[in-house]
């Protein structure tokens, strides 16, 4: 059994809002696992289940080989840090983040010893004596990240946790998440709709759309294998080029509507209705490339550049690289590498190929 699995568990509100869809997930120890998804597709509800503090309406949750499905919060042994931070007004940050400390009954010199290490990890020594309404919403987001991992639960839980940092914050934070996920190997459910966030991250992504799973593997996996066109759209920025068309009798070519030539295919694919999918990078500017258009829009991003390109199967967007020419008004031709066509299903979005 693994440390943490989830069975069946769904969540219906009592108003009728299908919140989680009877999702299965298993999670190793020490794993840092994200629920990646779009606004409403479930992550907090299926934390908070996690947690205990929202009850299922059908199915389990075990944690470390146990039952804890009717248990209260307290007596999970989890770590939560909400994506709106809630900190004590009245205590200041040293004493906030003693807290869990405290009603676990470790003693002072452990307390402050620990309160120490994890303030000099996130920063935090200059405010350790002042209350939360003296602090910035990023710093105080700090203190509830460092509250949270002043102690060793058995799991943490942490609902976008990094929501209010800015852009460099986020991505110290990011780093000491992780590192301290390495050194302590604490299993970790970390919630975020940023996908770039996930990747950075996580072990394994679970991608999850309308309160279902749509896929969980690791970051690489669902970046180039996604199981869906959600996923392929959701995960990668930007998403991934889709083209319509059909996969040939032998299910060896694919032929774009609105293009005389085909596209061999790597691996076989169903015969039928489909789109095929294909990362900005695999698309390249090649003048004997079999697909043809404009670039209409080319965007300078520091390390690449981005061209939106009109062709005559669709908008695509090819990566280029940074010291490339600004080709907006080009003609341009673009061939697809075949290892990394994907294929879609035209009706279920499911991936065949
Ligand atoms: N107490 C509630 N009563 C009724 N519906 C709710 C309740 N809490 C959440 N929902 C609904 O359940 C669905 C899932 O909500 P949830 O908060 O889990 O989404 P989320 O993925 O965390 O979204 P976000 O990224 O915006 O935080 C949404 O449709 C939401 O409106
Ligand atoms: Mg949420």
Known sequence: MSFVELQGLEKVFPDGT??????????????????????GCGKTTTLRMLAGLERATAGKVMLGGRDVTDLPPSRRDVGFVFQFYALYPHMTVRENIAFPLECAGAPRGEREHAVQRVAERLELEPLLDRKPRALSGGDQQRVALARAMV?????????????????????????????????????TVYVTHDQEEAMRLADRIVV????????????????????????????????????FGSVDTEGRAFQPDGLDVAVPLAAPAPHGPARLGIRPEFARLDADGP??????????????????????????????????????????????????VRVFDAATGLRTA
Do not use: K, W
């Open 208 to 243: 999850m759309s309308e309160g279902d799973i749509m896929q969980a593997g690791p970051p690489a996996e669902v970046y180039d294998q996604p199981a869906s066109r959600f996923v392929a759209n959701f995960v990668g920025s930007p998403g991934m080029n889709m083209i």
């Open 291 to 340: 697909i043809r258009g404009d670039v209409v829009v080319d965007e300078y991003l520091g390390a690449d550049r981005c061209l939106h390109v009109q062709t005559e199967v669709g908008r695509l967007i090819v990566r280029g690289g940074p010291d490339e020419p600004d080709r907006v008004g080009a003609t341009v031709a673009i061939a697809l590498d075949p290892e990394h």
């Open 151 to 187: 102690r060793r639960p058995a799991i943490y839980l942490m609902d976008e946790p990094l929501g209010t940092l800015d852009a460099d914050r986020r991505l110290e934070m990011c780093e000491f998440i992780r590192s301290q996920q390495q050194e302590l190997r604490v299993t």
């Open 18 to 39: 299908r919140a989680v869809n009877r999702i299965d997930l298993a999670i190793e120890e020490g794993e840092l696992i994200v629920l990646l998804g779009p606004s």
